[in-house]
């Protein structure tokens, strides 16, 4: 089945999850890179996301529910939740690190292709569909339905959550949207109305979307809509939220000296993996490439400590991890080296029509190139024998071949030796009597050929015999 989607854990680096189109979950862990649980969940997946924060058992809501930590395997009162979204609609909502039911969740009828899950102080869970709808859940009332946002003109394909920043919003949160028709929309999630104002101050708790100002520079000149399939930023150098506290918690360090600046990874049709800057708002903006996947990348997220980034390919059915450097916070970015200055002379250009300058191309010594291995060297020069050997055994064959044509055609004529005779005559016929029955010869042996009878008959050669 296709890999379609992976979710990070929001505070384990080591734990992640994906999921393709079959009925069941997997849960990783990437230090040991093992698969730690699989289990079925009645549905097809296409989307997979982990809680943001541990949601505390409560019996009247989620009954038989007993969460558990996972290295110890001991009791708590609160755990994390996976959701999973249907390819043919609804919603299973899991443990975190036992993957039991608690909730199914029927209110969407098609393709779920995003799950989004917000911290305090009201968590909720959003969900993107084919329905052309986002449909939002109250997680801690047992995943009632809170909204429904209309006014996409295509599937919602990409959701994310901002900071809780807003005191006049009843759920001090806005969420954004993207959909197939390339709209960028933001919505009241406790009313599901339409927002109109500008966000372009606002602070997002992820940006997974590929549209918006700071992923315009992702897209490549000539790239079709639909050939970056899921971006992600890393945490480092963003703002948090800080539910003790019920503050936003600014990033004490970013990336370059810069507010807010960070860095972004994509993941498109032709198996790619890029990394950008963040935000990336230039038209052809630098990046670095990563290959791995021999299939279409589908879904793309940073470990929740930026060590590593996990994707999901398409129609290979692989999930790869990538180890970064130089983006995490605690960690020193690579000392840049800048290239050598390129040695240049002013010159003729263009044959002589006109002067500009010349730049010099970098020389090797043979002192500075590597030696090949005695592996590589020792089959050149075998290939090198085999080569003359071929050769000279080719050569003497056509030799052969030229001598053994010589003798089955005979000596060829030629006007240099028409006439010749052992005596070295030339231009005559003299002696060519001793060599023919002299009864059949004409008696005219010592005239030349142009003195011989208008009707004799001349021997073309001298072995002929006259007629």
């Known amino acids: 089945a296709d890999q379609y989607a992976v979710a990070t854990h929001p505070s384990d680096p080591d734990v992640f999850a994906s999921c393709a189109e079959a009925d069941r979950v997997f849960l990783w862990n990437s230090g040991e890179r093992t698969l730690t649980r699989t289990a079925p969940v009645g549905l097809v997946g296409r989307s997979i996301c982990f809680s943001a924060e541990p949601i505390p058992a409560d019996d009247r809501y989620f009954p038989n529910w007993a969460p558990v930590n996972r290295k110890d395997g001991t009791r708590s009162n609160s755990g994390h939740h996976v959701a999973v979204g249907g390819k043919f609609g609804k919603i299973a909502i899991l443990d975190g690190v036992t993957l039991q039911p608690l909730v199914e969740l029927k209110d969407v009828t098609s393709a779920v292709d995003d799950l989004k899950y917000c ?253 090949p291995p005695k592996a590589a060297a020792g089959a050149a020069s075998a290939e090198e024998a085999l080569r003359l050997k071929f050769e000279a055994e080719e050569a003497a064959r056509l030799k052969e071949e030229k001598r053994l044509q010589d003798l089955a055609l005979g000596p060829k004529p030629s006007n240099a030796n028409y006439g010749n005779t052992a005596a070295g005559a030339t231009g005559t016929v003299a002696n060519l009597a001793t060599r023919t029955n002299k009864t059949n010869l004409v008696d005219d042996s010592d005239k030349p050929l142009t003195a011989m009878a208008p009707g004799a008959p001349k021997p073309r050669y001298p072995d002929d015999k006259p007629r």
């Open 119 to 371: 911290g305090g102080p009201r968590a909720m869970l959003a969900a993107a569909s084919h329905d052309i709808v986002v449909d939002v859940y109250d997680v801690h009332k047992g995943y009632v339905h809170l909204s429904r946002c209309r006014g996409h003109m295509a599937s919602v394909t990409h959701l994310d959550w901002s900071l809780p920043m807003f005191p006049d919003v009843p759920g001090q949160r806005i969420l954004q949207a993207t959909c197939a028709a390339c709209e960028l929309l933001y919505w009241d999630p406790v009313s599901g109305e339409q927002v109109l104002e500008n966000q372009r101050d606002a602070r997002w708790e992820s940006w997974t979307c590929t549209q918006g100002f700071p992923v315009m520079g992702v897209w490549e000149d000539g790239s079709d809509r639909t050939d970056i399939n899921a971006v992600a930023r890393a945490k480092s150098g963003q703002d948090t939220f800080d539910a003790n506290k019920n503050t936003v918690v600014e990033a004490e360090r970013c990336a370059g000296g810069l507010e807010r600046a960070g860095y972004l990874v994509t993941a498109d049709d032709f198996g790619k993996v890029k990394l950008f800057n963040y935000p990336c708002v230039y038209n052809d903006a630098p990046y670095r490439e990563y290959k791995g996947h021999a299939s279409h990348a589908m879904s793309i997220r940073f470990s929740c400590d930026d060590r590593r980034v996990f994707t999901a390919g398409g129609h290979d059915r692989a999930v790869l991890q990538f180890k970064t450097k130089g983006i995490r916070q605690d960690e020193e970015p690579p000392a840049y080296t800048p290239p050598p200055e390129p040695k240049r002379t002013w010159g003729p250009i263009d044959g002589g029509k006109a002067y500009g300058w010349i730049e010099e191309a970098p020389s090797f010594s043979q002192s500075k190139r590597r030696a």
